[in-house]
């Protein structure tokens, strides 16, 4: 059975469980299994769905001609194919779940190399023309390869790999061998698109000093040749607009490169014979300059074997072009695709309207020291709980946030960090019963951290000032203004210890005075040898490291270190928090000055002792009082790990091992059924959980509001009354329709909105909001700027911290306004390790069962294999995993493929024709554009800065720190400067998603937190910038298809009965005029109206708004007499 009979096969499968049972069972089912396998193509994940379709126009397509001239070979949404080079019907010459590109024809005709991620991650294969012979020629699963090309003699391939750092030149014999570096210096430069002419001896390559970069100011790659004989490298072009991707033809006389012209990119030929060079196309495909280039920068070109035409791409067709001179003639291509999809991960998530909800998270866990207790925040509250199912009780009501409480060594009081506007932060003891709650500080400032002395006369933390915490734009203060201090525990002014210089986490143990600390590793001196765990003096003298911890890295070595290390109280070992997992290892004394490095990559093999507690994950750690126990939070779970039962456990299992080898039960146990019940038992320790619940209070209005006469934009449809009405009876839409058509009840108050235009509220699926860290703010100011613009929901995709989650508590209870808060939590990152299934399952828990994210951002977490992991750990948890594009198209393209349920940012390598709008719309992948910061051109927010007066904007400085502002608007430094108009590409990415809705797909608008509030707007005028995108159909993705994308539809993105009560008043209609969408004259979330101008709420009460404390801050200052 030929492959693309299989494909067809499992294609009607599903049609056949819906036409025909009897026809399935009929089928022979071992035949329908083999054929599944074979277009996994030794991939994890089971195809599901596929697309079908017939395509004469593809996207970053690269070529080859055959030596005979009779052939072309080329690449087509991951797959290869051949065809006459006088065009026609192209035939497969591979298909499957493989990423297949890049194609280069042997010397000989007999095979071609290619790129493919067959094996689970990137490799250099080659196959046989006639399909009988796949190899794979390099080794590894952990770098990424492009642009193979094989040496004259047919013996060679030259790749570029990359692994880790940038991509270099390696070279590989066809029968194998792991293959040498050809250019190792200088460290920081990407050699690719290696090409040889007439003569084995010298390979053309272009080169990028440095990595790709935004805004990038141009000229980033030149073309160079390498000597093989001699291994010099010289430079061979030195154009403004570049020079890449060489082609030379086989007689060594001609050779042709990419190059940009203004904003386009055409080929170059150059006569090697005497030096002369013209524009051979323009303007052609546009380059990858601007990009991370994961395909070089321009698709693969060829000559044909007589040198006269070079045979190209450019605007999704094939072309032979006249060396000499001509027209370029087109060369048709038809390919029939039959791609297999991984399932589709779509899911909805009703929002719930119930009176209470249970508190997402507990935060800063601190057990007594007799381990009765167990000290912890909730909602910038202290409660302490008795071990180990004690109800939680607030110790203290503060008009502040609290955070980080700590015992004192009698167990007696516990200490906290508190900051609110009006008193600053300050320090405050109390009884654990809530009794004799007394301020320690008599200054205010900034403080985190604080832990009693041994002897509990005085209190350590680490201190900032007031000042840079209020100016502090984002999480928190600059380090370079803190230090570490003490206060005495009854009260009294701060001695400083030592300025913080990246220290954290100051703790004690038993039996010494010595203040211990985790360093971080970027803020390490030279004199010490990197992150970890130092030791000091009261004054901040006699500075000594006592351990390092680090993971590992996907390609061996040593990963990242450590972000916290905490001393047990014995001193003898530390728990190590390395990327989200808890490890504790043995410190070993007297090992020398420098500190000893521990690896926890494989704790067995570790230097010392160590072991991993944790598989789903760990927060907030904290050692048990007599160093046996190991607590952690996820969510508002706590964990306990008894390292003594643990080992016990573990000891038993051995035992219980060895007497059955003793015994010979294995001998006489079938192997299935042995491997079956060892995958039913419990063989692993784990650590006791529990539940801390504590209720609180959903915001809901009370009261029947009609907005009446106003142009109602429903988007159900569309659905558009000229004149409306809509009823809303608390948070939710009772009724919405044409004025006169809807009863009105007797008891709702009324507001005349004749003249004006609502829409539902805006949703951002991109949205970075960026609140401050471990100790919370009151009122974020991002979350008040969102709202007054319109946006009543933000997803934010990577929040770099757990925060959020209780920053969404604080919004569902009313104690913040703000936009309704989703996000993926922190991104699932390369550190997590993932090297099963079962691990991905496990890191996902983590959002599904503690989270409740909803969502995951897949950042980048692996090669092919690991994301398909991800993928179905995601579905079967119900998770919908969004990705992060990375500038990269082929990892996109792969994305869709395999199911993902959005990707951030767009596609680069524009523009996209019909295979990827078809692919990316079919799969359902949701696609976010952020264009305010552009992959592969200039960051389109550039545009607004110099355009319109931002820093004269009344409503954006109501709503925003003066500083923030001016460092934006007053001045833009660096590569995010000023660009002309025709360098953006802002056009062709909304052209895209244009194309990919219009095709049944999904997108978003997302702001990427670029400028609050306004920002989104900017990027909503900028998906709606297409000549074919209307204005209300940029207004769905702004509203409906966003919040489909987030799975919300149900509830939000559309003015309907039963909905939320989430919508916007303009004063303007967007329909007439997009830009309208910034006339916001009120808007209403979950049924409060607030006056857009001012947050002031008008209904169901009037209230003033509270805590902006960022405004006046920029007022300006009295002028001193004499410089008036």
């Known amino acids: 059975m030929s492959k693309r009979i299989m494909v067809l096969l499992v294609v009607s499968v599903g049609v056949f469980l819906i036409g025909s049972v009897e026809l399935v069972h009929a089928q022979d089912q071992d035949e329908v299994d083999e054929a599944t396998e074979l277009l996994k193509e030794g991939l994890p994940l089971t195809p599901e769905r596929t697309l079908s379709g017939t395509f004469t126009e593809g996207s970053w397509i690269s070529l080859d001609v055959s030596p005979d001239g009779q052939t072309i070979v080329f690449d087509f949404l991951g797959d290869l194919y051949t065809m006459p080079i006088s065009g026609g019907e192209a035939d497969p010459l591979t298909q499957g779940m493989a990423f297949d590109g890049q194609p280069r024809f042997s010397p000989d005709g007999e095979a071609i190399v290619f790129v493919s991620d067959r094996s689970g991650g990137d490799g250099v294969w080659t196959i046989s023309l006639d399909r009988a012979d796949t190899t794979r020629i390099t080794r590894g699963e952990t770098s990424a390869f492009q642009s193979p090309e094989w040496t004259p003699d047919g013996d060679y391939i030259v790749a570029t790999r990359q692994s880790p750092g940038q991509g270099k030149l390696w070279m590989y014999h066809r029968n194998g061998g792991g293959g040498i570096q050809l250019i190792e210096e200088p460290a920081n430069a990407r050699t690719t698109g290696a090409a040889f002419g007439s003569d084995e001896r010298h390979i053309w390559y272009s080169r990028r000093t440095g990595t790709w970069q935004y805004n990038s100011p141009g000229r980033d790659y030149q073309l160079w040749v390498y000597d093989r004989e001699t291994g010099e490298n010289s430079v061979r072009s030195g154009r403004y607009g570049g020079a890449f991707r060489p082609t030379l033809s086989p007689d060594g006389r001609w050779l042709v490169y990419g190059s940009r012209h203004v904003a386009e990119t055409g080929l170059r030929i150059r006569d090697l014979e005497t030096g002369d060079e013209r524009w051979l196309a323009f303007p052609v495909q546009r380059d990858e300059q601007e990009s991370r280039a994961a395909r070089d920068a321009y698709p693969g070109m060829s000559f044909t074997p007589d040198s006269r035409e070079l045979v190209a791409f450019w605007g999704g067709r094939m072309w032979r072009v006249p060396v000499q001179g001509g027209e370029p003639v087109e060369i048709p291509f038809r390919v029939d695709v039959d791609l297999p999809m991984g399932p589709e991960v779509d899911f909805d998530y009703p929002i719930d309207d119930s009176p209470t909800f249970v508190a997402k998270q507990i935060r800063d866990l601190a057990p007594s020291p007799d381990g009765e207790r167990l000290a912890f925040t909730i909602m910038g509250d202290v409660y302490v709980k008795d071990l180990p199912d004690g109800e939680p009780s607030q110790i203290a009501e503060m008009d502040a946030m609290a955070a980080q409480p700590a015992w004192s060594p009698d167990g007696e009081r516990i200490v906290f960090a508190t900051y609110s506007d009006a008193e600053g932060g300050r320090l405050y003891a109390v009884d654990y019963d809530g009794d004799d709650l007394e301020r320690i500080t008599p200054d205010a400032a900034f403080y985190t951290q604080p832990v009693f002395s041994p002897d509990g006369m005085r209190v350590v933390a680490i201190r900032g000032p007031r000042l840079a915490y209020e100016d502090a734009l984002t999480q928190g203060v600059p380090r370079g203004s803190i230090d570490l201090v003490w206060v005495p525990s009854k009260g009294g002014k701060a001695s400083v210890v030592t300025p913080i210089a990246g220290l954290n986490a100051p703790h004690f143990v038993n039996g010494s005075d010595r203040i211990y600390a985790t360093m971080y590793e970027a803020a390490a001196p030279r004199s010490q040898s990197g992150a970890g765990l130092i030791s000091m003096r009261w004054d901040g003298t006699d500075r000594r490291e006592h351990v390092q911890v680090r993971g590992g890295s996907p390609n061996g070595g040593l990963g990242p270190a450590a972000s916290l290390i905490k001393m047990a109280p014995e001193g003898d070992q530390a728990m190590a928090l390395v990327g989200n997992q808890l490890y504790v290892v043995t410190v070993p004394y007297g090992v020398g000055a420098e500190a000893p490095t521990i690896s926890v990559a494989n704790p067995s093999s570790a230097a010392f002792p160590a072991e991993q507690l944790t598989d789903i994950g760990a927060q907030f750690p904290a050692w048990g009082a007599n160093g046996e126990e190991v607590h952690w939070a996820l969510g508002n779970a706590h964990f306990v790990y008894d390292l003594k039962d643990a080992q016990a456990f573990a000891d038993s299992v051995d035992a219980g091992r060895e007497a059955e080898e003793e015994a010979g039960e294995e001998e006489d146990v079938d192997e299935d059924e042995a491997d079956d019940e060892g995958e039913d038992e419990e063989d692993e320790y784990r650590p006791a959980e529990s539940r801390i619940m504590v209720e609180v209070e959903r915001d809901t209005p009370e009261g029947v509001l009609v907005l009446t006469g106003a142009r109602i934009i429903t988007m159900n449809g569309d659905e558009v009354f000229e004149q409306g009405d809509i009823v809303i009876r608390n948070n939710r839409i009772e009724a919405v329709g044409p004025s006169g058509s809807i009863a009105i009840p007797e008891d709702a108050d009324r507001m005349d909105m004749a003249g004006r235009t609502i829409v539902p509220g805006y949703v951002d699926t991109h949205a970075h909001l960026r609140a401050s860290f471990n100790v919370h703010r009151a009122q974020p100011w991002s979350y008040a700027a969102n709202l007054a613009y319109g946006v009543t929901t933000a997803r934010d995709p990577q929040t770099g911290s757990s925060d959020v989650l209780s920053y969404e508590d604080f919004v569902r209870a009313g104690q913040m306004v703000g936009p309704r808060i989703y996000s993926t939590g922190q991104g699932v990152f390369s550190g997590e390790g993932i090297s099963s299934l079962d691990e991905a399952r496990d890191v996902l828990r983590r959002y599904s069962d503690y989270f409740d994210t909803k969502t995951i951002k897949m950042y980048g977490a692996g090669n092919r294999e690991v994301r398909q992991w991800i993928i179905q750990a995601a579905r079967?948890?119900?998770?919908?995993?969004?990705?992060?594009?990375?500038?990269?198209?082929?990892?996109?393209?792969?994305?869709?493929?395999?199911?993902?349920?959005?990707?951030?940012?767009?596609?680069?390598?524009?523009?996209?024709?019909?295979?990827?709008?078809?692919?990316?719309?079919?799969?359902?992948?949701?696609?976010?554009?952020?264009?305010?910061?552009?992959?592969?051109?200039?960051?389109?927010?550039?545009?607004?800065?110099?355009?319109?007066?931002?820093?004269?904007?009344?409503?954006?400085?109501?709503?925003?720190?003066?500083?923030?502002?001016?460092?934006?608007?007053?001045?833009?430094?660096?590569?995010?400067?000023?660009?002309?108009?025709?360098?953006?590409?802002?056009?062709?990415?909304?052209?895209?998603?244009?194309?990919?809705?219009?095709?049944?797909?999904?997108?978003?608008?997302?702001?990427?937190?670029?400028?609050?509030?306004?920002?989104?707007?900017?990027?909503?005028?900028?998906?709606?910038?297409s000549d074919h995108m209307t204005n209300h159909e940029a207004l769905k993705i702004a509203t409906i298809i966003g919040a489909d994308a987030l799975g919300l539809d149900q509830d939000l993105g559309s003015l309907e009965p039963g909905k939320l009560a989430d919508l916007v008043v303009l004063d303007s209609n967007p329909i007439d005029d997009l830009s309208n969408t910034n006339t916001v004259r009120w808007v209403m979330k979950n049924g409060r109206l607030y006056e857009g101008d001012t947050l002031k709420q008008v209904w169901p009460r009037e209230q003033e708004p509270q805590g902006f404390y960022w405004q006046g801050a920029g007022t300006i200052p009295t002028r001193t007499t004499g410089n008036e």
Request: glycine content about 10%; hydrophobic content about 35%.
């Open 876 to 1025: 079967e948890l119900e998770l919908m995993p969004t990705t992060e594009g990375s500038l990269d198209l082929r990892l996109n393209l792969t994305m869709a493929q395999d199911g993902y349920s959005g990707t951030e940012h767009n596609l680069p390598g524009v523009p996209l024709f019909k295979d990827v709008v078809e692919l990316v719309a079919q799969s359902n992948m949701a696609t976010t554009p952020t264009i305010v910061v552009t992959y592969g051109g200039p960051w389109a927010e550039n545009l607004f800065y110099t355009t319109t007066d931002v820093l004269r904007d009344e409503k954006l400085a109501t709503f925003t720190p003066w500083e923030e502002i001016y460092q934006k608007a007053a001045r833009r430094a660096g590569s995010a400067g000023w660009f002309d108009q025709s360098q953006y590409i802002h056009q062709e990415i909304s052209d895209f998603l244009d194309n990919v809705v219009e095709a049944g797909g999904r997108a978003g608008v997302g702001s990427h937190g670029q400028l609050q509030g306004l920002g989104y707007h900017w990027e909503l005028w900028l998906t709606g910038a």
